[in-house]
């Protein structure tokens, strides 16, 4: 039984990371603009981010000090998404309506920064005052230090990827091509700073982020045992996201606009709508998400970077294909994934494979000759937004 | 005297091609005003300027007499603006009510809310009776439905001036008929309505006055009553054009190709069912019919584009069902494609690769695999002198800098001068200027009358009248009547391709 | 007042015959040489923007030796005499075969993304061929390496077989193979040409080694393998613009459905293309590795002359010949990475130049344009400050020596016939 527990939680490690990603990757190509940058924007954004966790860490008793970090990242975030729609809203002699929507989504985006508020404030300040057992403050403090390292990492993951939206979007340059020049300028990058700065390339820090048990609900007999015990606070964040963006994608107004960019963007530009912005607003998106799975990357598999995400970004790209553009195939592809990484890394303690005598290598290759397998099944219908990869030029209307 | 819409010395041009050449266009309110020109002529570029798709380098635009800034489709809906375009704008996996609310969704609480938009669009389809199921995907509806919803876009949008391109391409007569009660409604309710076609007898159906452009340039505005069809022709191209084709009588000789009880699949269900027909020497059959009633997978199956379910084609008593591409053009057959930059030639090639795009592996184009470049060459200019196919750099022009008309020729030329001797022509003259048209359709008759047979599909019921020995009509995937072209006339046909009407068992 | 030169006629017959040889061959040569040059500008613009960037993160870390590492960094492997020429030749030839495995897909329209994995395959397989079996001297290697090739050729089929037939997504299943091929190696090496102690492959015997180009390049460790890349470079060459299999590759690159319309079999040439793309890459390996002392790491890695090739073909414009070109200059670049650690500044900043480049390659389009506009500008003043008034003082001094001579001779006549009459 314990066994069992340990492949899930083990498969959970694989599964956030690729989850995140591809759900990042999912927007950007249901808008109509290919990304397989997504493994330079994490390797980038775990760069920068596990950095940051590492300089963090150096104020873990100063919480005060975290907080006040917090808050700035947080208005920098703020004033990052809300400034520019207001500036371009006002040059545009928008509608009514449409500054309603505007202050709308304002509110909430504020409304969302000051509720990650509160719960660093709780991590921070109230937490270390009410508790008694110092593993209790040691855990609040360290996640909240992960927070933060999520933040960064998503911050910059979407400053990065900015600059492939912005070539292949406003620039029209090839998409291929310009995700290919952010993949091999991260990794380069990483290794040239870490150098200057400090020397050697990798940067470890010593924080172990794994939540052993959440506080009531891994009491719960079957459940707890399965998703609140030994987990990391970015498999929560993954499910969260993939609820957010089901909803998202097939719900909201800019979900509506999104599919349509993808499928006909002749058509969404004959309503009015800003093509290149929404395109831009959407890879910018997957770029957060990849900076941030690259640090739930990083944290959930060993406590330095080693300037590699292990090809997660390519995986996540598979997983993306392998999910038929649709967060429902997704979450499968991405739980397959993580679940065939798993028994190839610890077919040791399964009495039933240990006795087959095969290998290690051969269970690393399963995950990668099971999808050739299943992708050979099932391309033939395959549902790829039509407009897909395709630069779209006002001037060709 | 106050005009609706006033366009005023507009010029757009693309590169070096003047699109429009300070052309003026004034429009009375409440009218319906008709557009027209040959292709090429500038209409849908200055329809396109309207509704700020594109942006004119000099001319000013006035709305109700007040100078107006149009940059882009929210400002020509702020005016009231709305178009419905020839190639339809609409996203094929949305409903139709979401294709209806693209752009000016209601939200409530961050979700899109439906409630308004269903009220009011229900209120309208009843008002107009434009018929269509909100909730359907646009894929599976037909193309009239998918036209309605266009319309049902303008509506939604309160829309004052409505332009429609080219409206009637994709119609059945009857539809005709409906479409232009429906413009006469909105027309008696004060709205003004601007039609871009060129379809001669359309405008005397519906339009009051027509402004006639000619290469880019105005060539006149004229109250459609006080004109006749031919006056209209001469203003549209320039010079006297006849009507009729010259077309001796022959006899139809020995059976050249037979399609026999073929079956395709489509989406969903079958394009093509139990579909019979037969084509002889000296004869060109005809298939008429509206765009997507199974002519393109009929074509497409024959030709080897798409797999036959059932079925078994022959050319010249040789079962070629299921050969492969090639062998199917090595028995004789030609195939001049519905879509001419999607098959017909490859775009980037240059012109002596395209002229030998089916046969470049034959003992005189190449020998042990390497191409020789200077029979290649030879043999394409050849084909350029014999069809007048005008580029730039001859045989070494890319293709794609070649217009549509030139492109066309070649393919025309390269198909005809292969040794064959069943034609597939489909659509041949779609997009051509009259000159060209003409001069296809004279080769089209050449070949029918030096012993060949031509299958030819097209949606334009004159062409299919004036070249066809024998018409048969299309209708949902099967052959419902078998007409002759002296004896019938453009509304049996009608009847015909709406389905309303079906000749005896044509198995 | 200067003395005039004498000037026979015959002379200057001769002269200007000269010159107008000289002018004809000039400008039939500068005239391709435009043609060259319009076609492969955004590349040197890219290069150049590269280049510049990467000057200029230099200069921000440390500004006194930024140019003279600029100067070694372009110079590249002439830093170090013949033995860096020879070196650069060695490192560009896997990444010219890779680089020409990825444009030769290109063609196709197909992106072979899984160069790496099969070049890995072709390493391997030539290993294997160079340590384990025994074979005369001269033929070994040749064995060696075709049976590399092979190999890389059936890694490329597997992608492309699984495209031809079932439409599977050629990006994703090349990534998938690269995969496959990194443990694949090390299950194989650790089975047939293991060196527990060192947790890595055996060395191949010397008869299986790549003839050397010592004599040619003295110190270095070149071989033939450049040489047998050039080949196989025009060889692709040939391949793709004369002949009917390249005259199939290259329409179904451009459209895939007018390919399919002219009744070519577009099945088989994504397989052909794929698998012949394999085929280079796998050559790649195989040269790679039929090398003295050289072996192959039983940590799972995958080889970066994969995406090396990505970039040398993307740099080359899709053309084979191109990325021969491409694949020297990155090559020297990388060598001048490596002279330039003598200057403090880290290695990596050479792939954060090719990374730059490959940037600049893509949104060349907008570059151009920027430089067209700004270019416009120059020119102009160029031409009404600089050129012009150049000219002017020039004509004012100095005079065509013949013209001055022509003068002379008819004044003189003139006089002469004055003094007569």
Redesign the interface.
Do not use: C, W, Y
């Given at each position: 039984m314990e066994i069992i527990y340990q492949l899930i939680q083990s498969t959970y490690l694989g599964m956030t990371v690729l989850l995140i990603v591809a759900l990042g990757g999912l927007l950007a190509e249901r808008s109509g603009v290919t990304n397989?940058a997504l493994e330079g924007i994490m390797i980038f954004g775990a760069f920068i981010g596990v950095w940051g966790i590492k300089i963090f860490e150096r104020y873990l008793s100063r919480p005060s000090i975290l907080l006040m970090i917090m808050i700035v990242l947080l208005i920098l975030i703020l004033l990052i998404t809300i400034l520019p729609e207001y500036r371009y809203l006002k040059k545009k002699h928008s509608?009514d309506k449409e500054w309603k929507?505007f202050k709308?989504?304002s509110v909430?985006k504020v409304s969302i920064a000051a509720v990650v508020l509160l719960i660093s404030i709780l991590l921070t300040m109230v937490v270390p005052n009410i508790a008694t057992n110092p593993q209790t403050i040691l855990q609040s403090k360290t996640q909240m230090i992960l927070i933060m390292g999520l933040t960064v990492g998503g911050l910059i993951g979407g400053l990065f990827s900015m600059?492939h939206a912005y070539?292949?979007i406003y620039?029209?340059?090839?998409q291929?091509?310009?995700a290919?020049?952010?993949?091999?300028?991260a990794?380069?990058?990483a290794?040239?700073t870490a150098?200057?700065l400090q020397g050697g390339q990798q940067i470890s820090f010593m924080s172990n982020f794994m939540i052993n048990k959440v506080p009531l609900l891994g009491d719960i007999p079957l459940i707890g045992d399965i998703f609140f015990k030994r987990n990391y606070l970015s498999f929560y964040f993954s499910i969260g996201l993939l609820i957010l963006l089901s909803?998202l994608i097939y719900?909201?107004?800019f979900g509506?606009?999104l599919?349509?960019c993808g499928?006909?963007p002749?058509?969404?530009?004959?309503?009015?709508?800003n093509i290149y912005r929404l395109r831009f607003k959407a890879v910018t998106l997957s770029g957060v998400l990849a900076g941030i799975g690259g640090v739930s990357f990083v944290i959930s598999t060993s406590t330095e970077f080693n300037v590699t995400v292990a090809?997660f970004g390519?995986?996540a790209?598979?997983v993306l294909?392998?999910g038929n553009w649709s967060p429902k195939g997704i979450v499968l592809a991405a739980l397959f994934f993580g679940f065939m990484r798993t028994i190839a890394s610890s077919f040791s303690i399964i009495p039933f494979l240990n006795r087959l005598g095969a290998?290690a290598?051969?269970y690393?290759?399963i995950p990668?000759?099971a999808?050739?397998i299943i992708?050979?099944?099932f391309?033939?219908n395959?549902r790829a937004p039509?407009a897909l990869g395709q630069v779209y030029d006002q001037g060709k209307? | 005297m106050n005009y609706k819409v006033e366009m005023n010395d507009i010029t757009k041009k693309f590169g070096s091609l003047v699109a429009n050449d300070q052309v003026t266009l004034k429009v009375k309110p409440g009218e319906i005003h008709a557009l027209l020109g040959e292709n090429g002529a500038g209409k849908s570029t200055l329809m396109s300027i309207l509704f700020g798709l594109y942006i004119a380098e000099k001319g000013e635009i006035l709305i109700d007499g007040k100078k107006v800034s149009i940059q882009n489709p929210n400002d020509a809906n702020l005016l009231g603006i709305g178009m419905v375009h020839q190639h339809f704008k609409l996203v094929e996996t949305f409903t139709v009510l979401d294709n209806i609310i693209l752009g000016v969704e209601e939200t409530s609480k961050g979700l899109i809310n439906y409630d308004h938009a269903v009220e009011k669009l229900t209120l309208l389809i009843k008002t107009y009776h434009l018929n269509v199921d909100l909730n359907a995907f646009i894929k599976d509806i037909t193309v009239g439905q998918q036209q309605r919803v266009e319309i049902l876009k303008m509506l939604y949008r309160d829309s004052d001036i409505m332009i429609f391109d080219e409206p009637t391409a994709v119609l059945t007569p009857q539809e005709i008929i409906e479409l232009i009660h429906i413009m006469q409604n909105f027309a008696k309710e004060g709205k003004t309505i601007i039609v871009i076609t060129h379809k001669l007898n359309e405008i005397k159906a519906v339009a009051d006055r027509c402004t006639v452009l000619r290469r880019g340039k105005c060539i006149g505005t004229v109250n459609v009553k006080d004109v006749t069809i031919e006056q209209l022709a001469e203003m549209m191209v320039g010079r006297e054009v006849s009507f009729s084709v010259d077309k001796p009588e022959i006899q139809a000789g020995s059976t050249l190709f037979t399609i026999d009880h073929l079956t395709v699949k489509g989406r969903g269900r079958h394009a093509v069912t139990n579909l019979s027909l037969q084509v002889n020497s000296n004869e060109i059959v005809g298939i008429a019919g509206i765009d997507g009633n199974g002519q393109t997978e009929l074509i497409h199956a024959i030709t080897g584009l798409l797999p036959i379910e059932s079925g078994k084609v022959t050319l010249n008593n040789i079962d070629i069902t299921r050969m492969p591409i090639r062998q199917k053009y090595e028995k004789g057959m030609s195939h001049i494609p519905e879509d001419r930059q999607k098959h017909g030639i490859i775009l980037d090639f240059d012109l002596q690769s395209n002229l030998v795009l089916q046969n470049y592996y034959q003992p005189h184009f190449q020998k042990m695999r390497f191409l020789k470049f200077k029979n290649i060459q030879k043999y394409a200019e050849e084909l350029i002198e014999r069809f007048d196919i005008r580029s730039e750099r001859g045989s070494k022009t890319s293709v794609r800098q070649m217009s549509g008309g030139n492109q066309q020729k070649a393919i025309l030329g390269r198909e005809i001068s292969r040794n064959h001797n069943v034609l597939i022509a489909v659509q041949p003259t779609r997009g051509l200027d009259v000159g060209a048209i003409e001069y296809i359709h004279q080769r089209l008759i050449e070949e029918r009358n030096s012993g060949r047979g031509v299958l030819l599909v097209s949606l334009e019921i004159e062409e299919i009248m004036n070249l066809s020995d024998r018409i048969l009509v299309m209708y949902e995937g099967e052959i419902v009547g078998e007409l002759d072209p002296k004896k019938t006339n453009i509304n049996e046909l009608g009847l015909y391709m709406s389905g309303a009407k079906r000749g005896t068992t044509h198995a | 007042m200067r003395k005039p030169l004498k000037c026979p006629l015959v002379l200057k017959n001769i002269i200007d015959k000269i010159r107008s040889v000289f002018k004809i061959i000039f400008s039939f040569i500068w005239k391709i040489l435009k043609k060259v040059l319009i076609v492969i500008r955004p590349s040197l613009i890219a290069i150049a923007v590269g280049l510049l960037i990467g000057l200029i993160i230099m200069l921000i870390f440390n500004p006194y030796d930024a140019f003279p590492a600029l100067m070694t960094l372009i110079l590249g492997g002439f830093n170090g005499g013949l033995k860096g020429i020879g070196e650069t030749l060695e490192l560009a030839a896997p990444i010219m075969l890779t680089g020409l495995a990825v444009a030769f897909a290109f063609k196709t329209g197909l992106f072979n993304i899984g160069a790496s994995g099969q070049m890995m395959m072709g390493a391997y397989v030539a290993i294997h061929v160079g340590v384990r079996w025994t074979l005369p001297s001269g033929l070994h290697w040749i064995v060696a390496l075709l049976l590399g090739m092979t190999a890389g050729a059936v890694w490329g089929l597997v992608p492309g077989i699984l495209k031809a037939l079932r439409n599977v997504n050629e990006v994703v299943s090349s990534i998938m193979m690269n995969y496959i091929a990194g443990y694949l190696l090390i299950f194989l090496i650790q089975r047939n040409v293991f060196l527990e102690l060192e947790a890595r492959s055996r060395y191949v015997q010397s008869t299986a080694v790549l003839p050397s180009l010592q004599s040619v390049f003295p110190g270095s460790s070149a071989n033939i393998g450049i040489l047998i890349t050039m080949v196989v470079i025009i060889i692709a060459h040939i391949i793709i613009h004369k002949t009917t299999l390249g005259f199939s590759l290259r329409a179904a690159g451009f459209s895939f459905d007018g390919s399919k319309y002219a009744g070519m079999n577009t099945k088989l040439n994504i397989v052909i293309a794929m698998t012949l793309s394999g085929m280079f890459a796998g050559l790649a390996g195989a040269i790679s590795f039929l090398v003295r002392g050289k072996a192959i790491n039983t940590a799972f890695v995958i080889f970066s002359q994969g995406f090396d090739g990505i970039s040398v073909a993307l740099l080359g414009l899709g053309e084979p010949i191109g990325a021969l070109i491409a694949g020297l200059f990155l090559a020297n670049l990388r060598m001048g990475g490596f002279y330039m650690q003598l200057y403090s500044y880290v290695p990596q900043i050479i792939d954060i130049i090719v990374a730059v480049i490959i940037y600049a390659t893509a949104i060349s389009i907008a570059i151009q344009a920027l430089l067209k506009h700004y270019g416009e500008r120059l020119g102009v003043f160029y031409r009404n400050r600089i050129r012009d008034p150049l000219r002017v003082f020039y004509k004012k001094r100095i005079r065509d020596p013949f013209s001055q001579c022509i003068k002379k001779r008819r004044e003189k006549k003139l006089s002469k016939k004055e003094a007569k009459s």
């Open positions: 397989i509608t929507e709308i989504a909430i600059i070539a292949s620039l029209k340059a090839n291929v091509i310009s290919t020049a952010l993949n091999l300028f990794p380069a990058f290794v040239f150098r200057i909803i719900k909201s107004k509506l606009r599919r349509a499928e006909n002749h058509a969404a530009d004959s309503l009015g709508i090809g390519f995986l790209i598979a294909i392998f290998p290598e051969i690393n290759m990668f000759i999808t050739l992708l050979g099944f391309s033939k395959s039509k209307r | - | -």
